[in-house]
Nanobody
Framework: QVQLVESGGGLVQAGGSLRLSCAAS????????MTWFRQAPGKEREFVAA????????SYADFVKGRFTVSRDNAKNTVYLQMNSLNAEDTAVYYC??????????????????WGKGTLVSVSS
């Protein structure tokens, strides 16, 4: 089992920045690719970003490329999502998730082994 706990969400004005963190415990964190998904009200959960277990490769959804950066610190069992230039369309619950396989494109939801409970990001326009 891997337990994932997100933090860092909150209310921010359009154009602002937030950094989400996800602390992992349980099975060896460094064995997993780590991903971020989000779910806006009334919409399906969607892929945001992923990082390989080694931290050497990352992938992003087109709508966050150039604005969001995913990183990880295996020594701290933590993955981060730096979000810049936020806009109202980024308002959603953001979920941290672990997968045994890293995908260079979109990580399919079916590939996720463990989910966090999510943290709410609200962007005011």
């Amino acid at each position: 089992q891997v337990q994932l706990v997100e933090s860092g969400g909150g209310l921010v004005q359009a154009g602002g920045s937030l950094r989400l963190s996800c602390a992992a415990s349980g099975r060896t964190f460094s064995n997993y690719a780590m991903t971020w998904f989000r779910q806006a009200p009334g919409k399906e959960r969607e892929f945001v970003a992923a990082i390989k277990w080694s931290g050497t490769r990352t992938s992003y959804a087109d709508f966050v490329k150039g604005r969001f950066t995913v990183s990880r610190d295996n020594a701290k069992n933590t993955v981060y999502l730096q979000m810049n230039s936020l806009n109202a369309e980024d308002t959603a619950v953001y979920y941290c998730a672990a997968a045994r396989q890293y995908y260079s494109g979109t990580t399919p939801i079916g590939a996720i082994d463990y989910w966090g409970k999510g943290t709410l990001v609200s962007v005011s326009s």
